[in-house]
């Protein structure tokens, strides 16, 4: 694995952002066009399964998916090449739904794709998302409360 292939930089700058909750930075790492498809394909998250492609779209998908969330996100290898990479994680979430606190692990491979300008122009996820909500349930406190 090269360290400084810009996918696995632009994926280490994402998980920082999601750990910080630093969304500004997160929105300014891509590129004008740059697709988000996680999962890849249609679910709930994404009806029609097209992806998130305008900057609109992204905030959004930020706004809905990571800033309620406390978001673990473990890689455990990682394949470069070119301006591009793949790494293999374990996602450990933690979200607030009506009130609630649940808790999800989803496992896959996400892709990240840079331009020559090193932005994000892709960050597609591998995962089932059948998979992801068989983990999810409702995390209750330890004092019954």
């Known amino acids: 694995m090269n360290k400084d292939n810009p996918g696995y930089q632009m994926s280490l700058i994402s998980r920082e ?8 930075r997160w929105l300014d790492m891509w590129a004008e066009d740059g697709i988000i498809e996680d999962p890849i394909g249609p679910t709930v998250l994404d009806p029609d399964g ?3 492609s305008t900057p ?20 455990h290898d990682t394949y470069t090449a070119h301006l591009e990479c793949a790494n293999i994680v374990t996602l450990n979430v933690v979200m607030q739904v009506e009130g609630k606190t649940y808790s999800q692990q989803v496992n ?8 020559e300008a090193g932005k994000l122009t892709a ?23």
Request: aromatic share 14%; glycine share 8%; net charge negative.
């Open 108 to 115: 896959g491979v996400f892709t990240y794709s840079c331009n």
């Open 50 to 52: 097209k992806g998130h």
């Open 123 to 145: 960050l597609r996820g591998f995962w089932e998302f059948d998979e992801g909500m068989a983990t999810f349930k409702e995390v209750t406190s330890d004092h019954g409360e």
């Open 56 to 75: 609109e779209a992204r905030e959004a998908f930020y706004d809905r998916n990571i800033a309620n969330a406390d978001i673990e996100y473990i890689i």
């Open 17 to 24: 952002c999601l750990k910080s909750k630093d969304k500004q």
